[in-house]
């Protein structure tokens, strides 16, 4: 396994600061966890206060860091969308996290989906995008319990398409089609139920993947 290099230990990390300022302060003993397991950072040399000014410039740093850039919340100014920017920059992946039409917060989400980035309704839509080296890392350990779990109790045309689906790997409905010696009509009723049921999830681009 690769070393981990590990800048956030806190709600506002890397820190907008030096290494001898741990902002907030009851966020002490969580930094001591984190340099006993791999490392903090910081680009702002000893003695530098946390200063707002300096939090996009650490931003930049977490963005670099990621693989992607997940948005939960952030209003039509938020320093989360100057992330986003760094992320963009940098190629990264951008997810965000749908919320109420109502509220101030869920402008930055909604806005990033509009222009493209993966709506997030769950953390599989996140893994999903990860590389396959990651997901499998990520995965390995469900797999393990999900084949100690006793199979659904399936029968007919949902149990071979269930079959015919993975954990990991989301699979086509065109492959499913030309895997399956199954009417068109039939496969897409067995989907229909095994979504019902829960046992499966629909993705984007009519990809269906085993639901954990």
Known sequence: MPPRIVGHYGPESPTGSGLDFIYPKENRG???????NGAIISEFP??????????PIRNRIIAGMALGVTVVEAAEYSGSLITV???LE????IFAVPGNITSAQSFGPHALIRQGAKLVASWQDVVEELPHSIRERIF???VAQMQAVPEPQLDGAEARVWKALSLQEPTSIDTLLAKLPLPTSEVY????????????????????????
Request: without cysteine.
């Open 189 to 212: 009723s067995a989907l229909l139920a095994l979504e019902m049921a829960e046992h499966v999830r629909q993705l984007p681009g009519k990809k269906y993947i085993r639901r954990l």
């Open 30 to 36: 969580l930094a001591d966890l984190v340099v006993d």
């Open 90 to 93: 940098f190629g990264r992946e």
């Open 46 to 55: 000893l003695g530098t206060p946390p200063s707002p000014q300096n939090f």
């Open 85 to 87: 920017r760094f992320g």
């Open 140 to 142: 390995a350990p469900l």
